[in-house]
Nanobody
Framework: QVQLAEFGGGLVQAGGSLRLFCRASGRTISPYAMGWFRQAPGKDREFVAAINYSGDTIQYSDSVKGRFTISRDNANNTISLQMSSLKSEDTAIYHC???????????????????WGQGTQVTVSS
């Protein structure tokens, strides 16, 4: 079973940048789509971005498109999320997730992800 650990979160001013990482252990994530989701206090978990196994298909939520970039490094069993032009509404706990199906498509649905990390806090001050 894979274990996912996010890191790189922190406190940043509005307009600033931050890069999150998700490191997998226990099993390779290379055949799986991977995603980033976030959850703000009192709100449901929200899709942020997803990338397929090879990295040639990527999906973003409308709220982060043009500001965030997802990528993966299969050799090091990691994915990352480069976040720029951060806004106060980006404040949340960010979770990475591994898709359920080998060679499966990207998805914005939480139900299509089988394993989740504990998350890393991102706080954007205005």
């Amino acid at each position: 079973q894979v274990q996912l650990a996010e890191f790189g979160g922190g406190l940043v001013q509005a307009g600033g940048s931050l890069r999150l990482f998700c490191r997998a252990s226990g099993r390779t994530i290379s055949p799986y789509a991977m995603g980033w989701f976030r959850q703000a206090p009192g709100k449901d978990r929200e899709f942020v971005a997803a990338i397929n196994y090879s990295g040639d298909t990527i999906q973003y939520s409308d709220s982060v498109k043009g500001r965030f970039t997802i990528s993966r490094d299969n050799a090091n069993n990691t994915i990352s999320l480069q976040m720029s032009s951060l806004k106060s509404e980006d404040t949340a706990i960010y979770h990475c997730a591994q898709g359920r199906v080998i060679l499966g498509p990207v998805s914005s649905l939480t139900t299509n992800y089988a394993s989740w990390g504990q998350g890393t806090q991102v706080t954007v001050s205005s």
